[in-house]
């Protein structure tokens, strides 16, 4: 089994930056494949970014790119997603995933852990 806890969520009023941090525990996710997907109150869940298990592969969501960031921790066990220039649509719930696959997809119904989520709100 595998554990995700998120942490780095916050209050940030608009153009400023937040970054969260997705830690592994219970057994290596070196080899797996890493997402963040979001979920604002009365929407469905969304990708946001995802990273393949080496790190050499990416994709974001068509709206937080050149804004969004996410990378892997040297031992691989850790994701972050830096976000610079928050906008009060980037409010939401943000959920870390992990999925054996190895490739950076967005569908989530390719993940198979997920974390309990943080909390971002951007203020206008």
């Known amino acids: 089994q595998v554990q995700l806890a998120e942490s780095g969520g916050g209050l940030v009023q608009a153009g400023g930056s937040l970054r969260l941090s997705c830690a592994a525990s219970?057994?290596?996710?070196?080899?797996?494949?890493m997402g963040w997907f979001r979920q604002a109150p009365g929407k469905e869940r969304e990708v946001v970014a995802a990273?393949?298990?080496?790190?050499?592969?990416?994709y974001y969501t068509d709206s937080v790119k050149g804004r969004f960031t996410i990378s892997r921790g040297n031992a691989k066990n850790t994701v972050y997603l830096q976000m610079n220039s928050l906008k009060p649509e980037d409010t939401a719930v943000y959920y870390c995933?992990?999925?054996?696959?190895?490739?950076?997809?967005?569908?989530?119904?390719?993940?198979?852990?997920w974390g309990q989520g943080t909390q971002v709100t951007v203020s206008s």
């Open positions: 995933a992990a999925g054996a696959f190895g490739r950076a997809t967005p569908n989530s119904y390719e993940y198979d852990y």
């Open positions: 990273i393949n298990w080496s790190g050499t592969n990416t």
């Open positions: 219970g057994r290596t996710v070196r080899n797996y494949a």
